[in-house]
């Protein structure tokens, strides 16, 4: 399933295995944390996210640089 989720003032697709809607609801409060509290290099792919894919509780933040790519857990 693909959604979109709006972060940072950008569009975001989401893809995930299961229609989970609290999935996407904690994501949302996840990366918003993770942008004021997170690491630098966390910080960074954040800034240069293209796409998120969810499976099970971790979610795949995919960065503009592959080398920037991060899995997180959810929950």
């Given at each position: 399933?693909?959604?979109?989720?709006?972060?940072?003032?950008?569009?975001i697709?989401?893809y995930?295995?299961?229609?989970?809607?609290?999935?996407?609801?904690?994501?949302?409060?996840?990366?918003?944390r993770?942008?004021?509290?997170?690491?630098?290099?966390?910080?960074?792919?954040?800034?240069?996210?293209?796409?998120?894919?969810?499976?099970?509780?971790?979610?795949?933040?995919h960065?503009?640089?592959?080398?920037?790519?991060?899995?997180?857990?959810?929950?």
């Open positions: 399933m693909k959604t979109t989720l709006i972060f940072q003032n950008k569009s697709p989401v995930m295995t299961d229609t989970n809607k609290t999935a996407l609801d904690k994501l949302a409060s996840v990366l918003n993770k942008l004021m509290t997170g690491k630098n290099a966390l910080k960074k792919c954040l800034s240069t996210l293209i796409s998120v894919e969810i499976i099970g509780s971790e979610a795949t933040l960065s503009l640089y592959e080398r920037d790519t991060l899995t997180i857990s959810l929950y």
